[in-house]
């Protein structure tokens, strides 16, 4: 996997509410900040967070991408910046939530054949 492959197997895995295949994206100390707001340091706790909001808020969202850059920061990392739309989010209530716009921002760092996050923010765009 190439840092431009990064943000498709991050839709198709959280589409697929695939908490597992989005936590192998971070490296196994890798931190991340979820849609929801919740911090993770480490896969593990990482797997945590992703099972969570996939079995609830986002239990039949999808995402569609939009606009995105990869910047190389050296030979083995890069900065990845990837727009989606989110649809199909769940209110308490129940009810869908409206389409909403999110930012997926992540330093990428190879270990060998892939590219891992080391640091992963995903957030709600205004």
Do not use: C
Not at 15 to 38: F, N, P, Q, V, W
């Amino acid at each position: 996997m190439t840092p431009d492959d990064f943000s498709r197997a991050f839709a198709y895995a959280f589409g697929d509410r695939d908490a597992k295949s989005m936590a192998e994206l971070m490296t196994e100390d890798g931190t991340a900040h979820t849609l929801t707001g919740i911090w993770a340091e480490g896969r593990e706790a990482a797997l945590q967070a992703f099972e969570a909001e996939a079995t609830g808020i986002f239990v039949r969202a999808r995402l569609v991408t939009g606009k995105g850059t990869v910047m190389p920061l050296g030979p083995d990392v890069a900065l990845l910046r990837q727009r989606y739309v989110v649809t199909g989010a769940i209110e308490e209530t129940g009810e869908e939530m409206p389409r909403f716009g999110a930012m997926l921002i992540a330093v990428l760092q190879a270990d060998g054949l892939n590219w891992r996050a080391i640091s992963l923010t995903f957030t709600v765009l205004a």
